[in-house]
């Protein structure tokens, strides 16, 4: 199974932009997908979840921030990043979450690189 992650890039601090991922969509109509990220040097961390009926769940770091959102339509879950810090520079990847840590159902994927500069 391959989820692909797109929409990252350079952004400025306090900038927005809006990260992607397609699952097939036996896998995304049926469970909860989440955005993990990992920041140089750290280890990864849950960003944010969303369920097969849109309940969310953020990381204290990120809420009123950022804001995850699906399109079961699509099979694509969205990150929408607002009040971009230098700190949420971070490889971003997808995922289907099987409990509230990083353990996930499939291999991570490439992710899709952020850079936020001051």
């Known amino acids: 199974v391959q989820l692909v992650e797109s929409g990252g890039g350079l952004g400025q601090a306090g900038g927005s932009l809006r990260l992607s991922c397609a699952a097939p969509g036996r896998i995304f109509s049926i469970n909860t997908m989440g955005w993990y990220r990992q920041a140089p040097g750290k280890q990864r961390e849950v960003v944010a979840t969303i369920t097969s009926g849109s309940s969310t769940m953020y990381v204290d770091s990120v809420k009123s921030r950022f804001t995850i959102s699906r399109d079961n339509a699509k099979n694509t879950v969205y990150l929408q990043r607002n009040s971009l810090k230098p700190e949420d520079t971070a490889v971003y990847y997808c995922?289907?979450?099987?409990?509230?840590?990083?353990?996930?159902?499939?291999?991570w994927g490439q992710g899709t690189q952020v850079t936020v500069s001051s």
């Open positions: 995922n289907v979450p099987l409990d509230r840590t990083t353990l996930v159902l499939f291999s």
